[in-house]
């Protein structure tokens, strides 16, 4: 209904004058409504802008046309006043816009007022403020959602009026639609500009033929990333001569210079192929226009002009040639691009270091036209304490010297580059430089790496000593020296090479050629001590208040291995019985299964796409290769990998890996214990190495990790007592359980279980497998009872003699200790059961409950109660009439209290008949309270 009565047929109202006399007819809380509504426009809930925008446009509809044209001043007056970081009074105006325009209350000559002026520049808006990042959770706009508005206000324009009406403005906005779905920053802004320009070619009949063909290549679902937007879509859509200059104009004017660094740094990819496919049709205006405002801008005094105009023009030069470049006065501005910003001290202070990675990249892109080398330039930023600019000058560095040093170098240029470089990693104790150089070992091209057999010997014994897991920096160790020196390591192999003609036989290292141009890893010696090097990284279980940083270090080992087997094979002729020993091919593949069974999602991931890579490389195709990989087939059966996923691809990085047509996702424990575990049963030799990974998961403190190890492992046993023949004796049934209490039993003798981060998570497999009775039929871990004791009891008593000593190990071991004490059968090994049962429980008594910590005591009271209950026989040799009192006292003793512990077990002992020696260590008072201290820590 109207609000005001329909007075146009009244016959005493002809002039056209007298309709402003309905003004007066209006009721006061019409004036009041509206005016609430226009002010609620710029709130900062979304709800209340878009509830007034709404009322606004259903309450004008009612209203006479001039009410219409106040509301339409007053939106566009409001809109003008505003500062751009007002983000709420545009939103909230073009919603209002919209929502006139549906209803069709925007007269077509009151278009041009907003079209252009409004709907064009929200388009595009896009104001950095503080409220940006706390836009969510303090009630402001962000400015994505002015982006929005304005396309629904254009979607809004499409469907209420006419294509006559609009075609003014039909090509101009089409395009700034186009751009804005595919460089908006947010998905939402993307997807609703390509729902309007969806809606103006159905609607307005879209001029260009083209049109259709943006819909379909950028629809709604492959706008969700913004990624693949920027270096998959947008370069299609600029295949279009109409959409080339606005995504020019795009790019170099708002993307480019964003206030947003990921935003910035995102279509510097994209600039590079539209200004290269640009040339062909707009060369004058991207070398004399584009270029140049680059080139003013590469030096402004404010950063991010200046950041993004050295992004824009690294790009810009990338892929050409010289023949491409332009022959005017901005190459020699370029020219002198560096040593200009140098000059201007552009690249200090604030902002500093992202410039520093720019200029690093203009280098890297651009280095056959810039004046001179550069090296000292670069050279000085190596030992920059920032990660990114050390990758980013390495990067530079690689380009310049391949670039202008590779040839024969003379005598000075080794001395300034390779022999500054290693000294510095050898000798240096400052952290960022022996990072930087030992990067930048990597990168340097072959004439520098070969100039002598004695340079090339001391740049890989150089790496190798920096790579191995106890290597210092001064008194400190270093992961990222070490990954660093890993990558190098790798990099300088591959780049050398090995000679192709020679002879398998040949394992004399004197046989290295001593000229320079043939100067190759000859020697199977150089070959094994790299190979050597990368698989005790794959030890390197370093850790500092990080974390597990030492998985850097195995990450980069692992693929540089995968890397070197593959570099390996196909340069030798034939294979004989030496080569396979030159490739410990065996010891890589166990490797990899050991990362590949431990805890750490992200590193069982790599570790399984870098074995997939190996065993699916189209190296295995001949089989002539097939001597240095016999169970390569039981491997891929095992793995469930199929043998059809060949990998072509020389690079082994986890990029090509990861592009395997079968995608298995590693990092899920569920996915891969169980294949790990079948690759046990069908390559043996391999169950050490997966054993001494898959005890690190069993043990763990993650239940996403511990439940599946475990259950994977008693599975595998499971199957072994169910699968086999009937006929099958008992040693055939529990082949499986053997196997797997000598690989425990290797494990906890090595050196790793000498380390807290093996012991503990052994010693709870050991817990579940005993607890589970897996080895109950098993008649070598009877006998191995005793070897295990000493094992266990050992580390113990060394570990607190070394002040090392900690509550959750004697939990654990506790738990083991109990269940290994075994009643008596009345057989011949009554004599070794009791021998054994005694001293594991002379070590329970006088170690565990005579421990300083009451948490071990009590539970050790409690765990030893419990199993004298479930098997009475453990004392039948040691006890007659006692068991009662036994009993109390474990159950009620006040074993929390260190008064009364002393007394407690000396009862005790005399009562079971065992000699009591006690071990707690004698601590002042200081120590005490330390120790209090970390209980309390480790319990709360």
């Not at 009041?32 to 979304?46: C, F």
Request: glycine share 4%; hydrophobic share 35%; aromatic share 6%.
């Amino acid at each position: 209904t109207k609000l005001i009565p329909d007075e146009s047929n009244n016959t005493n109202n002809n002039n056209p004058s007298d309709n402003h006399e309905l003004l007066p007819l209006l009721p006061d809380v019409i004036e009041d409504i509206m005016g609430y509504l226009l002010n609620s426009l710029h709130d900062p809930a979304t709800i209340v802008r878009w509830s007034a925008a709404k009322g606004i446009g259903r309450l004008t509809e009612r209203l006479p046309q001039i009410c219409a044209e106040d509301v339409l001043d007053h939106l566009l007056q409001q809109i003008q006043r505003a500062s751009p970081e007002n983000t709420s009074i545009w939103q909230g105006s073009c919603l209002a816009l919209g929502e006139l325009a549906r209803r069709g209350l925007l007269l077509p000559e009151q278009l041009e007022w907003v079209m252009t002026p409004v709907v064009l520049p929200a388009l595009h808006y896009d104001h950095h403020h503080h409220h940006h990042h706390q836009s969510k959770s303090s009630g402001c706009t962000s400015t994505a959602a002015v982006r929005d508005a304005a396309c629904y206000t254009y979607w809004a324009f499409c469907r209420a009026y006419a294509p006559t009406i609009l075609q003014p403005y039909y090509e101009t906005l089409s395009r700034a639609l186009v751009v804005t779905s595919l460089l908006d920053r947010e998905v939402n802004g993307r997807r609703a500009a390509s729902a309007a320009f969806q809606e103006s070619v159905g609607r307005q009949g879209g001029s260009s033929p083209d049109s259709i063909n943006v819909i379909t290549t950028a629809d709604y679902i492959s706008l969700g990333n913004r990624t693949d937007c920027y270096l998959r879509i947008a370069p299609l859509i600029f295949q279009y001569p109409q959409y080339q200059r606005p995504l020019l104009d795009h790019l170099r004017t708002r993307k480019l210079y964003h206030w947003d660094m990921d935003i910035e740094y995102s279509p510097v990819n994209v600039w590079e192929s539209c200004c290269v496919n640009g040339r062909r049709k707009n060369q004058d205006y991207v070398n004399d226009v584009i270029l140049f405002e680059l080139l003013e801008n590469s030096t402004n005094s404010d950063l991010r002009m200046r950041h993004g105009a050295v992004l824009g023009l690294a790009e810009s030069f990338k892929s050409l040639d010289d023949k491409s470049l332009p022959l005017n006065d901005n190459m020699q501005k370029l020219s002198n691009l560096v040593p200009t910003i140098e000059k201007l001290r552009l690249y200090r202070g604030r902002g500093g270091e992202i410039m520093r990675s720019a200029l690093y990249y203009l280098l890297s892109s651009s280095c056959k036209k810039q004046k001179g080398p550069l090296v000292g330039f670069v050279d000085e930023q190596l030992r920059h304490s920032s990660e990114t600019i050390q990758q980013a000058a390495s990067k530079a560095l690689r380009e310049l010297t391949h670039t202008y040093f590779n040839r024969t170098p003379s005598p000075r240029l080794q001395k300034r580059v390779v022999d500054k470089y290693l000294r510095l990693v050898q000798t240096s104790t400052h952290l960022a430089e022996t990072r930087g150089y030992a990067l930048a070992l990597g990168v340097l091209p072959r004439p520098l790496l070969v100039a002598s057999v004695e340079v090339l010997e001391s740049i890989l014994q150089t790496l190798k000593q920096a790579a191995h897991p106890n290597a210092r920096v001064g008194t400190i160790r270093d992961a990222e020296t070490r990954r660093n020196a890993l990558q190098a390591l790798v990099a300088v192999v591959l780049q050398v090479g090995i000679p192709k003609n020679q002879s398998t036989n040949n394992d004399d290292s004197d046989s290295t050629t001593t000229t320079t141009t043939t100067t190759t890893l000859s020697s199977a010696q150089q070959r094994q001590s790299v190979f050597r090097a990368l698989l005790k990284s794959l030890n390197d279980y370093n850790t500092d208040r990080r974390g597990d940083v030492g998985s850097w270090c195995r990450t980069e080992a692992m693929t540089g291995l995968v890397q070197l087997v593959i570099w390996a094979v196909p340069s030798s002729s034939s294979f004989s019985t030496v080569e396979t020993t030159t490739i410990p091919i065996l010891s890589i593949v166990g490797g990899l299964l050991k990362q590949l069974s431990e805890k750490l999602d992200h590193l069982r991931n790599h570790a399984g796409q870098q074995l997939q890579y190996l065993l699916t490389h189209s190296i295995w195709n001949n089989n002539k290769e097939h001597i240095l990989l016999p169970d390569r087939i039981p491997l891929l059966q095992a793995l469930q990998i199929d043998n059809n996923d060949s990998c072509d691809n020389e690079s082994s990085s986890s990029s090509s890996s990861s592009s395997s047509p079968t995608t298995i996702n590693w990092s899920d424990a569920k996915v891969t214990f169980p294949r790990v575990l079948k690759v046990a049963t069908a390559v043996p030799s391999l169950l050490p190495s997966i054993v001494s990974g898959l005890v690190v998961s069993v043990g763990a403190l993650t239940k996403a990790v511990q439940q599946p190890a475990e259950r994977a492992l008693l599975e595998w046993i499971r199957i072994s007592d169910n699968s086999d023949d009937s006929s099958s004796t008992t040693t055939t049934t529990n082949s499986r359980a053997e196997a797997l209490a000598k690989a425990l039993l290797d494990l906890l003798s090595s050196k790793q279980a000498t380390q807290k981060r093996v012991f503990l998570p052994l010693l709870k497999t050991y817990e579940i497998l005993l607890h589970r009775r897996v080895f109950l039929q098993v008649t070598e871990f009877a006998s191995s009872n005793k070897v295990l004791f000493d094992l266990i009891s050992q580390q113990l008593i060394t570990w607190q003699e070394q002040d090392q000593d900690d509550i959750a190990c004697g939990l654990a071991a506790t738990s083991v200790l109990l269940g290994l004490l075994s009643a008596h059968k009345n057989n011949d090994d009554d004599e070794t059961t009791t021998t054994n049962n005694r001293r594991i429980l002379e070590f329970v008594v006088g170690f565990l409950l005579h421990s300083e910590y009451p948490r071990i005591r009590k539970y050790t009271a409690d765990q030893l109660y419990v199993r004298l209950l479930e098997e009475p026989g453990i004392l039948i040799q040691l006890v007659e009439d006692n068991l009662d009192r036994i009993h109390n006292l474990l159950l009620q003793g006040a074993w929390e209290l260190d008064d009364t512990t002393d007394d407690m077990c000396r009862e005790l002992a005399e009562c079971m008949n065992l000699s009591f020696v006690p071990r707690r260590r004698q601590r002042n008072q200081q120590q005490q309270q330390q120790q209090q201290q970390e209980e309390d820590d480790f319990f709360h």
